[in-house]
Nanobody, 119 residues
């Protein structure tokens, strides 16, 4: 059974950095589009960034130039380096694995990791 486990969240001051990790198991990691999403209190979950199996990325405008996604297919792990953090980055960050075939769509989610940025 596919499983995603996030780690690396915490409390940081504005302007600081954090690195999130998402370890995948029970799946062929390399063929999935991996992504990070976040949900702030009272708001809907939103896309932060995705990375394809080939390394193509798609960042939301709100994090472009500050966050960097990477993946290690040998370690079945995707990372999110978050720099120049702002209070508005405060949210629960979720890891996602996505794959669409002719037969069905596969979507897996982690339980999330809390990121809190103080002003």
């Amino acid at each position: 059974q596919a499983q995603l486990v996030e780690s690396g969240g915490g409390l940081v001051q504005a302007g600081g950095s954090l690195r999130l990790s998402c370890a995948a198991s029970g799946m062929i990691f390399s063929i999935y589009v991996m992504g990070w999403y976040r949900q702030a209190p009272g708001k809907q979950r939103e896309l932060v960034v995705t990375i394809t199996s080939g390394g193509s990325t798609n960042y939301s405008d709100s994090v472009k130039g500050r966050f960097i996604i990477s993946r290690d297919n040998a370690e079945n792990t995707v990372y999110l380096q978050m720099n120049s953090l702002k209070p508005e980055d405060t949210a629960i960050y979720y890891c996602n694995a996505h794959r669409r075939t002719m037969a069905r769509t596969h979507d897996y989610w982690g339980r999330g990791t809390q990121v809190t940025v103080s002003s």
